[in-house]
């Protein structure tokens, strides 16, 4: 089925460890994002990359870096895990032609850091 | 900076009465508006926008919203509440900058529909 696919979809990390997180849409969208989802927080945008080549950061980016390696691939990487970057994780994409675009989700990456 | 704000952390409902869930918004410029809900352990799933035209805007599985611009409101309705319409209710605005967009999103809003 056509949408955006995460994975892994549950992980554990120790303090301190390095894990990517990868998402792929098929889809053929311009724009793809990290979101990551805390209870009470809502979804906050870690990094959003408009297009290929090209990211930006969003607004809590701090302990993140990201890649948009090719238009239908675009990873999250953590790089030393702390405790506070356990949370759910939604990758997400769009098209940017045209007005009023919504988003298409992944199903999500659920990660402990402990 | 554009802004949405969810007042309520819960809403509940019998099944079969009317339900909305509220949403306001802060924008500069005109409004991009959004709700998506999200099923357990799901990704967020699109339910319905506001570009322009009609205040009142149908969407997906009998949603509606109504966009109230002097009070700066888009509150999601439904005329009759099923109970598998229990999940969480995220209002979300259109932020653009040079080359696209983003998405800021409210914190959410859960919704439980007893039968």
């Known amino acids: 089925n056509a949408g955006v696919t995460q994975t892994p979809k549950f992980q554990v ?22 979101y990551r989802q805390d209870p009470g927080m809502g979804l906050r945008l870690i990094y959003y990359s408009a297009s290929e080549g090209t990211t930006d950061k969003g607004e809590v980016p701090n302990g993140y870096n990201v890649s948009r390696l090719n238009k239908r691939e675009f990873s999250l990487r953590l790089e030393s895990a702390a405790p506070s970057q356990t949370s759910v994780y939604f990758c997400a994409s769009s098209e940017v032609k045209g007005a009023g675009h919504g988003y298409t989700f992944g199903s999500g990456t659920r990660l402990t850091v402990v | 900076a554009q802004s949405v704000a969810q007042p309520e952390d819960q809403v509940n409902v019998a099944e079969g009465n009317p339900l ?8 500069s410029g005109n409004p991009y508006l959004f709700w998506y809900v999200q099923y357990p352990n799901r990704g967020l799933q699109f339910l319905l926008k506001y570009i322009t035209g009609d205040n009142l805007v149908k969407g ?16 999601l309705k439904k005329p009759s509440a099923l109970v598998s319409d229990s999940a ?10 040079t080359g696209g967009f983003k998405t800021i999103f409210g914190a959410g809003t859960r919704l439980f529909v007893k039968a």
């Open chain 1, 13 to 34: 990390l120790k303090t301190g460890q390095s894990m990517t997180l990868q998402c792929a849409q098929d889809m053929n969208h311009n724009s793809m994002y990290w």
């Open chain 2, 60 to 75: 997906s599985y009998g949603f509606e919203a109504e966009f109230n611009k002097s009070q700066t409101s888009f509150h």
């Open chain 2, 20 to 27: 909305t869930v509220k949403c306001t918004y802060s924008v």
């Open chain 2, 88 to 97: 969480l209710y995220f209002c979300a605005v259109r932020d653009d900058y």
